[in-house]
């Protein structure tokens, strides 16, 4: 118990400096400015983008069923819908009612992991200060919020990959495979080039070691001097 009143203590110490409040002030700051920006769209019944409306239609048959019956259009967009964020999108349109707001939920969960997973890895590789100006960023960053709106299957896209360099960078090649698995049925495009850099990753790892090894070898072999 006195150990972990420690621990905590010297973790406050250690987190508690001018520089991370700083870091703080300017994410709490920008954090604010970007929700009062989209605060009159975020949430609200009557907003959508025109590729939502194509995407999220099939859901009115969650209240509805058999509405879109035999209609091959229908039955096309379903079968575009990875399944893990189609049964998704299902739970939440039974949850709220509206295909509409189920869109803006499932983006809001989207974004929090993407802010998530980003401030991890950042924290992780290089410490506090440059992930809270990290998260900054992103929040700023147009091109990359813009293919989160309306929670579509892209959005998963900065999910995957945010939680791929963070894990990595902690070391939890569970939690990459993990990743992976569940990138198959979110959005797999963007989980084949998290694959492809994974496996290219343990390659490197691989040669690497092998190298170290051999080095190794050879100076444990060379005969010592008289």
Not at 32 to 55: C, E, G, M, N, P
Request: proline residues 4%; glycine residues 6%; contains cysteine.
């Amino acid at each position: 118990m006195v150990a972990d009143s420690s621990r905590a203590v010297s973790w406050w110490k250690r987190e508690l400096t001018l520089v991370n409040l700083l870091s703080a002030c300017l994410l709490v700051g920008y954090a604010y400015l970007f929700v009062s920006s989209i605060s009159s769209f975020w949430f609200h019944k009557d907003w959508t983008t025109d590729d939502a409306l194509q995407q999220v239609y099939p859901f009115h048959e969650v209240a509805h069923p058999g509405l879109f019956a035999g209609d091959i259009v229908t039955d096309v967009m379903k079968g575009y819908l990875a399944p893990l964020h189609y049964w998704l999108c299902y739970g939440v349109t039974m949850l709220t009612g509206d295909p509409i707001m189920m869109s803006h939920w499932v983006m809001l969960i989207q974004v929090v992991l993407t802010v998530g997973f980003f401030f991890t890895a950042i924290r992780s590789a290089a410490g506090t200060p440059p992930a809270l100006i990290g998260v900054a960023w992103l929040l700023h960053d147009r091109n990359l919020m813009q293919r989160l709106t309306a929670g579509l299957p892209r959005g998963w896209a900065a999910v995957i990959i945010s939680a791929f360099l963070c894990f990595v960078l902690r070391g939890n090649h569970r939690a990459v495979l993990m990743t992976i698995l569940a990138g198959c049925m979110l959005n797999p495009p963007a989980t084949l080039v998290v694959a492809f850099s994974y496996g290219m990753l343990l390659v490197w790892r691989d040669r690497k070691s092998t190298r170290l090894n051999s080095s190794h070898t050879d100076i444990s072999r060379m005969p010592s001097s008289a």
